[in-house]
């Protein structure tokens, strides 16, 4: 079945470490997003990629990357986690034209925490 | 720019009875709209959605909804709860950007009882 993957479901990692999540799709979808879900709290985009073009949200802190180096793969690099930014990171995908616009479909989310 | 409220954070309902979660949205242009339900430690799965065409839709598990833009409204309903049914449901809003942005609502958790 075509789908979005994120990997791992669950990360821990240490107050200033460096970590990276990834998510993979097999929908073959030229847009993918990466949001941030705090508890009890709806989604926030955090960036998006349409294709190669990388699109930050003005309000997403620099403290957060992304990489997509093809269609199927885009990780999101938090170069040094505060304890602020323990959350659900939600990844999502999308096929985008000019002429039609579709629902996104999302992963199973990785949830971080921060030691 | 466009917004979504959700009118209850939380609603409780009984097994067999109707649910309605109330949506309303703010929007310059014709919209695009929303259901996503999230379980507990999950990711978000579409419900349904209105883009154009008949202003009542249906989705998966039982569910419609119905768009009315005198209302500026796109209530969720269901017959006839099931225990299943318990999650979190986000109602969202695009208004076509050339990136398909969605416009969450905050959220409404429903409770199921026996």
């Known amino acids: 079945d075509a789908m979005v993957i994120q990997n791992p479901r669950y990360q821990v990692t240490q107050f200033g470490k460096p970590v990276t999540l990834s998510c993979s799709q097999t929908?073959?979808?030229?847009?993918m997003y990466w949001y941030q879900q705090k508890s009890s709290q709806a989604p926030k985009l955090l960036f998006h990629?349409?294709?190669?073009?990388?699109?930050n949200e003005a309000d997403t802190p620099d403290n957060f990357q992304s990489r997509r180096p093809n269609t199927s793969f885009c990780f999101l690099d938090i170069r040094s986690p505060g304890l602020g930014d323990a959350a659900m990171y939600l990844c999502?995908?999308?096929?985008?034209?000019?002429?039609?616009?579709?629902?996104?479909?999302f992963g199973p989310g990785t949830r971080l925490t921060v030691l | 720019a466009q917004s979504v409220t959700q009118l209850g954070s939380h609603v409780s309902v009984s097994e067999g009875a109707l649910v309605l979660l109330r949506c309303n949205y703010s929007s310059s242009v014709p919209p695009y709209l929303f259901w996503y339900v999230q379980y507990p430690n999950q990711g978000l799965q579409l419900l349904l959605k209105y883009t154009t065409g008949a202003t009542l839709v249906k989705g998966i598990n039982g569910f419609e909804a119905e768009f009315k833009k005198s209302e500026t409204s796109f209530h969720l309903t269901k017959p006839s709860a099931h225990m299943s049914d318990a999650a979190e449901y986000f109602c969202?809003?695009?208004?076509?950007?050339?990136?398909?942005?969605?416009?969450f609502g905050q959220g409404t958790i429903l409770t199921v009882h026996p």
């Open positions: 929908l073959n979808h030229n847009v």
């Open positions: 969202a809003v695009s208004v076509g950007t050339s990136y398909g942005k969605l416009t």
């Open positions: 999502a995908t999308s096929r985008v034209t000019l002429s039609s616009y579709n629902e996104q479909f």
């Open positions: 990629y349409y294709d190669k073009d990388f699109n």
